[in-house]
Antibody, heavy 121, light 107 residues
Framework: QVQLVESGGGVVQPGRSLRLSCAVS????????MHWVRQAPGKGPEWVAV????????HYADSVKGRFTISRDNSKNTLYLQMNSLRAEDTAIYYCARGPGIYDSSYLDYWGQGTLVTVSS | DIQMTQSPSSLSASVGDRVTITCRAS??????LGWYQQKPGKAPKRLIH???SLQSGVPSRFSGSGSGTEFTLTISSLQPEDFATYYC?????????FGPGTKVDIK
């Protein structure tokens, strides 16, 4: 079955960096675009970034542009989010989500369980 | 950026009630919209894709309709497990945007 498992969250000081990972199984990772979505405590979800199936195209929310970098390693079935210059407002649960694929147009159909990032001094 | 609004922001309903939630986009998004259900401590779960297509495994009491700028999610007969927060998501253009959510609780 489709599984997405995020890791790498934790407590980090403002201005520091953190890298999140999303390990996937149960589907052909290399033919799907992948997303990061975050949710601050008590708030609704906020889309963060997307990467195409081959890694050649990326888009970011304005709130993270220039600070966050999405990447992927198709040989390891893993998605990444490098987060630099972290701010208190980046505190959130970070989810990875799938889609669409090369052969289907299904957007954000499967999600991981999330990893919590807390930015605090 | 496309702005998404939802109404109501919250509602109280009883088991068996018919519930309708509306989502509006600030510009036309064709049918590039999904509906998600989220329960406390859990990831969002997709219920509807392409505005009106039921996600596999989701009960048929959930339905979606609309195109362009106005969309609705309907629960035909509310069940105890449906008490949750519901979000719409537009994936017509980047940045993707979620509605602010509708919390459905017990009357």
């Amino acid at each position: 079955q489709v599984q997405l498992v995020e890791s790498g969250g934790g407590v980090v000081q403002p201005g520091r960096s953190l890298r999140l990972s999303c390990a996937v199984s149960g589907f052909s990772f290399s033919i799907y675009a992948m997303h990061w979505v975050r949710q601050a405590p008590g708030k609704g979800p906020e889309w963060v970034a997307v990467i195409s199936y081959d890694g050649n195209n990326k888009h970011y929310a304005d709130s993270v542009k220039g600070r966050f970098t999405i990447s992927r390693d198709n040989s390891k079935n893993t998605l990444y989010l490098q987060m630099n210059s972290l701010r208190a407002e980046d505190t959130a649960i970070y989810y990875c989500a799938r889609g669409p694929g090369i052969y289907d147009s299904s957007y954000l159909d499967y999600w991981g369980q999330g990893t919590l990032v807390t930015v605090s001094s | 950026d496309i702005q998404m609004t939802q109404s109501p922001s919250s509602l109280s309903a009883s088991v068996g009630d018919r519930v309708t939630i509306t989502c509006r986009a600030s510009q036309g998004i064709r049918n590039d919209l999904g509906w998600y259900q989220q329960k406390p401590g859990k990831a969002p779960k997709r219920l509807i894709h392409a505005a009106s297509s039921l996600q596999s495994g989701v009960p048929s009491r959930f339905s979606g309709s609309g195109s362009g700028t106005e969309f609705t999610l309907t629960i035909s007969s509310l069940q105890p497990e449906d008490f949750a927060t519901y979000y719409c998501l537009q994936h017509n253009s980047y940045p993707f945007t979620f509605g602010p959510g509708t919390k459905v609780d017990i009357k």
